[in-house]
């Protein structure tokens, strides 16, 4: 289930907030500690969806000012009001709390736990001190300091699954957000989104929407595998969107998240049984090879992997960017003696570089600022190196940008001087966010073919989806929610 707070401030807000949330919630959480001058009753009224009450101490991360008797006498006026559940806090003072446990239905309790600070090492004692308690469902939510903390929240979920216990367990934090996704498909009772972005009651929340929509935590699932991008930052990633729509065409259960990840052998040394597949980042694409069995012979020579795919026991490394630019290119004209330049010489401009080579093009590569990595790349891809201030002297059939010019926050520069472009001339940006950057409108007003970047993106997904399932991607598709959400 999906559980959409309620956090006001005003009544107002609040009984808004109620009505927009019927739409995508299944139950709603009434936080009374954060709605000031709160109306039970006329909250209420206003909902259709079932109800939780929580009244949250500052102790415990909340707002309510006052002595701990009002706060549980305002959880007992809930219960006569006939709410579905409240929320109680363990840490409430046992001489108030276990009278007003052991007085209450405990069908209509949730005995929780937060820890702001950190997740403990071991959660079982915590665990079944809880469950030894009145109440049906327990709640246990703390905050990850690192992302293998997660394991440990998965660990116990599934052990309140295996003991029909209900639980709702939860990690706080950027590091925790894997958890809000995929505590439900473990056994949790439920999971907090937001109603909007601006709205969380706590850190790390995701909204509702995207966990209903994007995510599909509500969908029953028996089997399903996890599949994810690691790299730091990640929040940018687009592929959650493309991959889950893909899953969801296909009639997948499996579901593609994100791993926000510094350290890469910790992290693959940890999560290795967990995933299935992974799209990797950078600075992740070269940490990562020495960590898999076997690494393709493309990826090999590129010096770099973006795609992770389990084969057998093995663990097996990919480059899809190669391919899905080459793909991309090939759909407007040949390479095959055309001369090419290339903006960059990072790790993108040595994917492509390569593919260009391997079709037989003329190659040259630029540097702007690091001399010493451009001629490394030239010496790399047997090719011609130039100073970007020199793009415009060559014979260009051909121009690639692999540098971060036109994404945020250049949107508004372009790596290549608009006077410099000529009719015929196809211009390819591999940056995909703007949808239309400044170097292709002004190649598409002097007469260019364009390719925007979205096709570089859109082809490597594909094919890592393809790697990962054994099925063809439902492209048209991805370009679709692409398009979408580049165009909101």
């Not at 949250?56 to 006569?80: I, T």
């Not at 290339?342 to 037989?360: C, F, N, P």
């Not at 971060?404 to 006077?419: I, Y």
């Given at each position: 289930?999906?559980?959409?707070?309620?956090?006001g401030?005003?009544?107002?807000?609040?009984q808004?907030?109620?009505?927009?949330?019927?739409?995508?919630a299944?139950?709603?959480?009434l936080?009374l500690?954060l709605i000031?001058?709160?109306?039970?009753d006329?909250?209420?009224?206003?909902a259709?969806?079932?109800?939780?009450?929580?009244n949250r101490s500052k102790?415990?991360g909340g707002q309510?000012?006052?002595?701990d008797?009002?706060?549980?006498?305002?959880?007992k006026d809930?219960?006569m009001a006939g709410v579905?559940?409240v929320?109680?806090e363990?840490?409430t003072?046992?001489?108030?709390l276990?009278p007003f446990?052991?007085?209450?239905?405990?069908?209509k309790?949730?005995?929780?736990?937060?820890?702001?600070?950190?997740?403990?090492?071991d959660?079982?004692?915590?665990y079944e001190t809880?469950?030894?308690?009145p109440?049906e469902?327990v709640?246990?939510?703390?905050?990850?300091?690192?992302?293998?903390?997660?394991?440990k929240?998965?660990e116990?979920?599934k052990r309140?699954?295996q003991?029909?216990?209900k639980l709702?367990?939860l990690c706080m934090g950027d590091?925790?957000?894997?958890?809000?996704?995929?505590?439900?498909?473990?056994?949790g009772?439920?999971?907090?989104g937001?109603l909007?972005?601006g709205q969380?009651?706590?850190?790390?929340?995701?909204?509702?929407?995207?966990?209903?929509?994007?995510?599909?935590v509500?969908?029953?699932?028996?089997?399903?595998?996890?599949?994810?991008v690691i790299?730091?930052?990640?929040?940018?990633s687009?592929g959650?969107?493309?991959?889950?729509?893909?899953?969801?065409?296909?009639?997948?259960f499996?579901?593609?998240?994100?791993?926000l990840v510094d350290?890469?052998?910790?992290?693959?040394?940890?999560?290795?049984?967990?995933?299935s597949?992974l799209?990797?980042?950078?600075?992740?694409?070269e940490?990562?090879?020495p960590?898999?069995?076997?690494?393709?012979e493309?990826?090999r020579?590129?010096g770099a992997?973006n795609?992770?795919v389990k084969e057998?026991?093995e663990?097996v490394g990919?480059?899809?960017d190669c391919?899905g630019?080459?793909s991309?290119l090939?759909?407007c004209?040949?390479?095959?003696?055309?001369?090419?330049l290339?903006?960059?010489?990072g790790?993108t401009a040595?994917?492509i570089?390569?593919?260009?080579?391997e079709r037989?093009?003329?190659l040259t590569v630029?540097y702007?600022?690091?001399?010493?990595?451009?001629?490394?790349?030239a010496?790399e891809?047997d090719?011609e190196?130039?100073h970007?201030?020199?793009?415009?002297?060559c014979a260009?059939?051909i121009?690639?940008n692999c540098?971060p010019?036109?994404m945020?926050?250049k949107?508004?520069e372009?790596p290549?001087l608009?006077?410099?472009?000529?009719a015929?001339?196809?211009?390819?940006?591999?940056v995909?966010n703007?949808l239309?950057?400044?170097?292709?409108r002004e190649?598409?007003a002097?007469g260019?073919?364009?390719i925007?970047?979205i096709?570089?993106?859109?082809n490597q997904?594909?094919?890592?989806f393809?790697l990962?399932?054994?099925?063809p991607?439902?492209?048209d598709?991805?370009?679709?929610?692409l398009?979408g959400k580049?165009s909101a």
């Amino acid at each position: 289930m999906i559980c959409i707070p309620i956090v006001g401030p005003s009544m107002s807000k609040a009984q808004e907030q109620i009505a927009l949330a019927s739409a995508i919630a299944d139950i709603l959480e009434l936080r009374l500690d954060l709605i000031e001058a709160s109306d039970l009753d006329t909250l209420l009224d206003a909902a259709t969806l079932p109800v939780i009450v929580t009244n949250r101490s500052k102790h415990d991360g909340g707002q309510f000012k006052g002595a701990d008797e009002d706060r549980v006498q305002s959880l007992k006026d809930a219960l006569m009001a006939g709410v579905d559940y409240v929320d109680i806090e363990v840490s409430t003072p046992r001489k108030i709390l276990q009278p007003f446990l052991e007085e209450s239905d405990p069908v209509k309790i949730i005995l929780s736990y937060h820890d702001f600070s950190h997740t403990p090492e071991d959660f079982n004692p915590l665990y079944e001190t809880m469950c030894e308690m009145p109440g049906e469902i327990v709640k246990i939510v703390t905050y990850a300091r690192d992302l293998s903390d997660n394991l440990k929240m998965f660990e116990l979920l599934k052990r309140a699954r295996q003991e029909k216990q209900k639980l709702i367990g939860l990690c706080m934090g950027d590091l925790g957000e894997i958890s809000r996704i995929l505590s439900p498909l473990f056994g949790g009772f439920l999971t907090f989104g937001s109603l909007e972005t601006g709205q969380e009651s706590a850190p790390g929340q995701i909204p509702g929407t995207t966990l209903k929509d994007i995510y599909r935590v509500n969908v029953e699932r028996s089997d399903f595998k996890i599949y994810g991008v690691i790299g730091n930052p990640v929040s940018k990633s687009l592929g959650y969107l493309v991959h889950n729509r893909a899953f969801q065409e296909k009639g997948s259960f499996d579901i593609y998240v994100s791993f926000l990840v510094d350290n890469v052998e910790k992290f693959f040394t940890s999560f290795k049984d967990f995933f299935s597949g992974l799209s990797v980042t950078m600075p992740a694409k070269e940490q990562i090879m020495p960590l898999l069995d076997r690494v393709d012979e493309t990826a090999r020579k590129i010096g770099a992997v973006n795609t992770v795919v389990k084969e057998g026991i093995e663990w097996v490394g990919y480059n899809t960017d190669c391919s899905g630019a080459i793909s991309a290119l090939e759909a407007c004209t040949s390479l095959q003696g055309k001369n090419i330049l290339i903006l960059g010489s990072g790790g993108t401009a040595k994917a492509i570089g390569y593919g260009v080579k391997e079709r037989g093009g003329n190659l040259t590569v630029t540097y702007k600022h690091n001399q010493e990595r451009g001629e490394r790349l030239a010496r790399e891809l047997d090719c011609e190196l130039i100073h970007a201030q020199d793009a415009g002297t060559c014979a260009i059939d051909i121009l690639i940008n692999c540098s971060p010019v036109g994404m945020s926050p250049k949107v508004e520069e372009s790596p290549f001087l608009a006077r410099d472009f000529k009719a015929g001339m196809v211009v390819f940006d591999s940056v995909y966010n703007p949808l239309e950057t400044r170097l292709l409108r002004e190649a598409k007003a002097a007469g260019c073919t364009v390719i925007p970047g979205i096709e570089l993106f859109i082809n490597q997904a594909a094919r890592q989806f393809e790697l990962w399932t054994g099925q063809p991607a439902p492209i048209d598709i991805l370009r679709e929610v692409l398009l979408g959400k580049l165009s909101a």
